[in-house]
Nanobody, 123 residues
Framework: QVQLVESGGGLVQAGGSLRLSCAAS????????MGWFRQAPGKEREFVAA????????VYTESVKGRFTISRDNAKNTVYLQMNSLKAEDTAVYYC????????????????WGQGTQVTVSS
């Protein structure tokens, strides 16, 4: 079992930065691949970024490459999403998720989810 709690969301102007954190509890965190997803109003939840259990592999959706960075600190049971050069279209509720095996980009492949944190980018 893994419990996930996101934080760090808020209101920021376009071009600004935010860092999201996802604190995990549970013995299996260090063996879990972690992902960040987002859901804008009226849209389906979409993949943003994922990181392997060791932190050695990362994957990003095309629209955030070069702007967002996913990382993790297994000693602190925490995964981060550094978001720079934010755009209005990044506005969404951001969720972190965990799965027992390797990186995947589909929401259906993740077993555990946090409650989400709102990110609003004003233009």
């Amino acid at each position: 079992q893994v419990q996930l709690v996101e934080s760090g969301g808020g209101l920021v102007q376009a071009g600004g930065s935010l860092r999201l954190s996802c604190a995990a509890s549970g013995r299996t965190f260090t063996n879990a691949a972690m992902g960040w997803f987002r859901q804008a109003p009226g849209k389906e939840r979409e993949f943003v970024a994922a990181i392997s259990a060791s932190g050695g592999n990362t994957v990003y959706t095309e629209s955030v490459k070069g702007r967002f960075t996913i990382s993790r600190d297994n000693a602190k049971n925490t995964v981060y999403l550094q978001m720079n050069s934010l755009k209005a279209e990044d506005t969404a509720v951001y969720y972190c998720a965990a799965r027992a095996s390797g990186i995947m980009t589909r929401t259906s492949r993740y077993d555990y989810w946090g409650q989400g944190t709102q990110v609003t980018v004003s233009s």
